[in-house]
């Protein structure tokens, strides 16, 4: 009897304590969870911090792509709407920054053009929007013409249009695409994106390419106000080296 007495007791008493432990094991859970959280919040707050150290570097070797003033910004804003696609930066008239002048990215690919201006913001339109269009000229394999176009933003879509590359020269999946010194709306030689789709039109009138951007236009951070406005000469000179934009993989689908 006494034995059968003090093992329940015995019992009793290990299930109580395991009651009173399970409530410090719950809160010494929870004080772990809220440290990882925190620690993983430094940890992004710490890439975030490297990725924008890495922009801003290379938002100040553009000097050796442009000779032309700029104004460096933050995007602050974003409106990725089907029909208009838009940032908006936090420097604007203050600054120099009036509607038309052309935006790039910090590796110096194009990006889009100021739509407004205000003292401290403008608002800039995107390459990919619908209402975008920009001269442009592919450069493939040397010695081989280039050919000249209209590219033209694409509802919806992230890619951009040319439908009218001229049938005499020589446009290929992979080539690079850059704004002609033909164009009036923004200065020559600024790198746009690559071809990664080609359709010859019937009759050999012509053929249409689309371009992918080189700019990663969702995940931009900070950019750069090119200060040329079209009707005052082309003052963005390329140098010698090339572009930090980098060549990507080709694809010949894509919608």
Request: no cysteine; glycine share 14%.
């Amino acid at each position: 009897v006494q034995g059968t007495v003090t093992g329940a007791f015995r019992g009793i008493g290990d299930w109580w304590s395991g009651l009173t432990d399970a409530g410090d094991l719950r809160r010494d859970k929870r004080r772990l969870e809220a440290r990882v959280a925190e620690l993983e919040g430094g940890e992004r707050l710490a890439r975030q911090a490297r990725t924008e150290v890495l922009e801003l570097k290379r938002l100040l070797g553009l000097d050796d792509v442009f000779d032309v003033a700029r104004v460096n910004a933050r995007v602050i804003g974003r409106n990725p709407g089907n029909f208009s696609t838009t940032i908006t930066i936090d420097r604007g008239g203050d600054e120099g920054i009036v509607e038309g002048m052309p935006v790039v990215s910090p590796a110096g690919a194009l990006v889009g053009r100021v739509l407004e201006a205000g003292a401290r913001y403008a608002v800039v339109r995107l390459v990919t929007d619908a209402s975008y269009a920009v001269g442009v000229e592919s450069s493939g394999e040397r010695g081989k013409r280039s050919a000249t176009g209209t590219a033209k933003g694409r509802a919806g879509a992230d890619e951009l249009v040319v439908e009218d590359f001229e049938p005499s020269g020589e446009v290929r999946v992979g080539d690079r695409v850059e704004t002609s010194p033909l164009s009036t709306s923004d200065p020559p030689d600024i790198a746009l994106g690559e071809v990664v789709r080609v359709d010859d039109l019937p009759g050999g009138i012509g053929r249409n390419a689309r371009i992918r951007p080189y700019a990663n236009l969702s995940g931009l951070d900070f950019v750069a106000v090119l200060l040329w406005k079209s009707g005052f000469g082309p003052i963005v000179r390329p140098t010698t080296t090339t572009t930090t934009v980098p060549r990507t993989t080709s694809t010949t689908g894509g919608n």
